[in-house]
């Protein structure tokens, strides 16, 4: 059975950090990209940041370029995305997924065929 379990959300002033991390089992980080999506009230799903171990390729949505950063740890089978600097508009429901990697970088939430919960982020201004 595959499972993707997201942890490490919370609330945090703007300017603040958080880290996520999306403990992954069932498969692993050499044959599947893990993307980062987010959820916020009314809006669609949003592609943040993904990363393929197998190739090194990591992706950022412009929004978060420079204040996140996404790495894995292949022994833990875990991603982590750390956030920085933190925007009330950041706040979202984020999504770790898995995919192909040959798909994964377009970062369309059709592609990618495995969900964790999802990890609350509220980013107080």
């Known amino acids: 059975e595959v499972q993707l379990v997201e942890s490490g959300g919370g609330l945090v002033q703007a300017g603040g950090s958080l880290r996520l991390s999306c403990a992954v089992s069932g498969i692993t980080l050499d044959d599947y990209a893990i993307g980062w999506f987010r959820q916020a009230p009314g809006k669609g799903r949003e592609g943040v940041s993904c990363?393929?171990?197998?190739?090194?390729?990591?992706y950022y949505a412009d929004s978060v370029k420079g204040r996140f950063t996404i790495s894995s740890d292949n022994a833990k089978n875990t991603v982590y995305l750390q956030m920085n600097s933190l925007e009330p508009e950041d706040t979202a429901v984020y999504y770790c997924a898995a995919a192909w990697p040959r798909v994964a970088t377009m970062m369309l939430p059709d592609d990618y065929d495995y969900w964790g919960q999802g990890a609350q982020v509220t980013v107080s201004s």
């Open positions: 990363i393929s171990s197998s190739d090194g390729y990591t």
